[in-house]
């Protein structure tokens, strides 16, 4: 499968950004779905997960109550809404195919990667 991040941008502290991730060449539905940032400087990290139905989501400790991750099987498109952003949220941002159909937040579950989608957050 092919994916394809979006959304990206500039916005101020306490701004929000909504991130789309589009598949291609693969059944979406039957994927869990996953968003993953580095930052400058630092190591690849764990950002949400969504299962295949959209019915189960996990989240880093650090975005909770301010992220939310949905998708929409029909459009074969996941989202990441990000709200309440912080300068430390500054990274590239993107999405995963895993090949299973739960959330995970394991990168040896995932099978393809989107390009990434850079998100600058200004204190």
């Known amino acids: 499968v092919q994916l394809q991040a979006s959304g990206g941008g500039l916005v101020q502290a306490g701004g929000s950004l909504k991130l789309s991730c589009v598949a291609s060449g693969g059944t979406f539905s039957t994927y869990g779905m996953t968003w993953f940032r580095r930052a400058p400087g630092k190591e690849r990290e764990f950002v949400a997960a969504?299962?295949?139905?959209?019915?189960?989501?996990y989240y880093r400790n650090a975005v909770k109550g301010r992220f939310t991750i949905s998708r929409d099987n029909a459009k074969s498109t996941v989202y990441l809404q990000m709200n309440s952003l912080k300068s430390e949220d500054t990274a590239v941002y993107y999405c995963a195919a895993s090949r299973r159909r739960s959330t995970t937040s394991q990168t040896t579950d995932l099978g393809s990667w989107g390009q990434g989608t850079l998100v600058t957050v200004s204190s």
């Open positions: 969504i299962n295949w139905s959209g019915d189960s989501t």
